[in-house]
C-alpha cells in the first residue's frame, strides 16, 4: 500500500492549487481518503475526507466552500481542488486511505491506517 501525493507549492492569495493523491497496490476507490496538514507548531488537522461507500464528503469549516474533493477513478487518484487559498492553509498536506464501515465524516487521524510522505502547500505573497 502507497500514497503519494503532488501538486503543493508556492502560490499567492487568492490562488488555486489542486493536490493529487495517486496509489499503488490497491484500489482507491474501494477504501475512505481523507487528506491532511499539519502547519509549523500546530497539530495535524483533518481537511476533507471522501467515503467509499456512499461517496459521501467532509469539508472542514475552515475549507468549506473554497476546497472540493474528488475521485478520478481510472487513475487511482484523488483531488484536492484548493481555490482561494489563504496564508493560513500554508502546511503539509498529507493524504491518508482506510477501509472505513461509515461515513468518513465520524472518524479522525488515528483512524487512517496507511498515510502519504505529504506535499508543501505555501501561501503567500
Known amino acids: 500500500v502507497q500514497l503519494v501525493e503532488s501538486g503543493g507549492g508556492l502560490v499567492q492569495p487568492g490562488g488555486s492549487l489542486k493536490l493529487s493523491c495517486t496509489a499503488s497496490?490497491?484500489?482507491?476507490?474501494?477504501?475512505?481518503i481523507a487528506w491532511f496538514r499539519q502547519a509549523p507548531g500546530k497539530e495535524r488537522e483533518r481537511v476533507s475526507c471522501?467515503?467509499?461507500?456512499?461517496?459521501?464528503?467532509y469539508y472542514a469549516d475552515s475549507v468549506k466552500g473554497r476546497f472540493t474533493i474528488s475521485r478520478y477513478n481510472a487513475k487511482n487518484t484523488v483531488y484536492l481542488q484548493m481555490n482561494n487559498l489563504k496564508p493560513e492553509d500554508t502546511a503539509v498536506y498529507y493524504c491518508?486511505?482506510?477501509?472505513?464501515?461509515?461515513?468518513?465524516?465520524?472518524?479522525?487521524?488515528?483512524?487512517?491506517?496507511?498515510w502519504g510522505q505529504g506535499t508543501q502547500v505555501t501561501v503567500s505573497s
Open positions: 491518508a486511505s482506510e477501509d472505513l464501515a461509515l461515513s468518513c465524516g465520524v472518524y479522525s487521524e488515528v483512524d487512517f491506517g496507511s
Open positions: 497496490g490497491f484500489r482507491l476507490d474501494y477504501l475512505a
Open positions: 471522501i467515503s467509499s461507500h456512499d461517496g459521501s464528503t
